[in-house]
């Protein structure tokens, strides 16, 4: 008798998590069997619990902060992507043991801005990317992979944002965090990484008197859906995409790989994981 795959997502704190909304509305869509649980793990439980895990049952897990760096040191294969970001947020319990760890953030990231801005293309010029932590990482290395010819990285703490251009080679370069008002001017595409303008966090505070109405403006917070960057862009008459596309598109792989069946984003999946 088959098991009925489980799996889940591990973090501390987790109860934030929007990803088993919209991993059991998928479930239910296609009529898959199979749960989604969230997990609080500490980092010292870490290893046990990834060890565990598979004799219970779980196909894999998503990975959350703080665990996304470390849970590479646990895993026996790891991408070429996870390896290039740094971190992981999709873990593959395979049949013959292996623990297998990837990153699908970029590919969500890129997904979501081919869905909310379709006209965007890559090559037409220079990105602007607010914040150096492991979303810009991930953010960055698919922008690099899609052939965006320059990268322009402001961080409100400039020597991470410089081991962050060593680490990317020279389409990324640092301009200070006080300059970032001047250099969005000429971009085609500005990206905020921060947390800044989540709900319960300081608002960004990042002049856009320069931006260019052709100019796409994203946001990978999605707590509140319209952040203020957003709200002023849209005044602006620039196209904006929000953050739940980036959490919904990453999700893809994963969910296709655990269940067996590619899932769809739709309004209906949207309007499921805010619940």
């Known amino acids: 008798m088959n098991r009925i795959p489980l799996a889940g997502v591990i973090g501390s704190p987790i109860s934030h998590s929007r990803s088993p909304q919209l991993h059991r509305h998928w479930l239910r869509q296609l009529g898959l069997p199979g749960y989604y649980i969230p997990m609080d793990v500490s980092t010292e439980d870490l290893r046990t619990v990834l060890q565990t895990l598979p004799k219970m049952g779980f196909v894999g897990v998503n990975i959350t902060i703080p665990h996304k760096e470390k849970v590479l040191d646990h895993a026996d294969l790891v991408t070429d992507r996870a390896t290039l970001i740094g971190a992981a947020n999709t873990i593959i319990f ?9 990153n699908t953030d970029g590919y969500g990231f890129i ?30 290395a698919s922008l690099l992979d899609n052939g965006v010819p320059e990268i322009l990285l402001c961080n409100r ?21 006080v300059q ?35 100019s796409i403006v994203t946001d990978l917070v999605y707590t509140p859906l319209k952040t203020g960057l957003l709200k002023d862009a849209d005044a602006r008459g620039c196209t ?28 209906a999946t949207r309007t499921a994981t805010l619940r």
Do not use: C, Y
Not at 94 to 102: E, Q, S, V
Not at 112 to 117: E, F, S, V
Not at 195 to 206: A, C, D, F, H
Not at 247 to 264: C, S, T
């Open 240 to 267: 904006t995409v929000d953050g739940l596309g980036m959490l919904l598109h990453q999700a893809v792989p994963a969910f296709e790989r655990w269940f067996g069946e590619r899932p769809p984003v739709d309004e």
């Open 180 to 214: 970032a008002g001047n250099v969005i001017e000429d971009s085609t595409l500005v990206v905020n990484t921060t947390s800044l303008g989540m709900t319960g966090k300081p608002e960004l505070r990042v002049p856009l008197d320069g931006l260019n109405k052709q």
């Open 111 to 140: 997904e979501n801005l081919k869905t909310g801005a379709p006209h965007w293309d890559a090559r037409q010029g220079s990105v602007v990317v607010l914040g150096a932590g492991g979303a810009a990482r991930a953010v960055i």
């Open 94 to 102: 395979r049949k013959d043991g292996i623990i297998h760890a990837d």
């Open 157 to 177: 703490t400039r020597i991470r944002a410089e081991k962050l251009s060593d680490d990317f080679g020279n389409r990324v370069s640092v301009v200070d965090w």
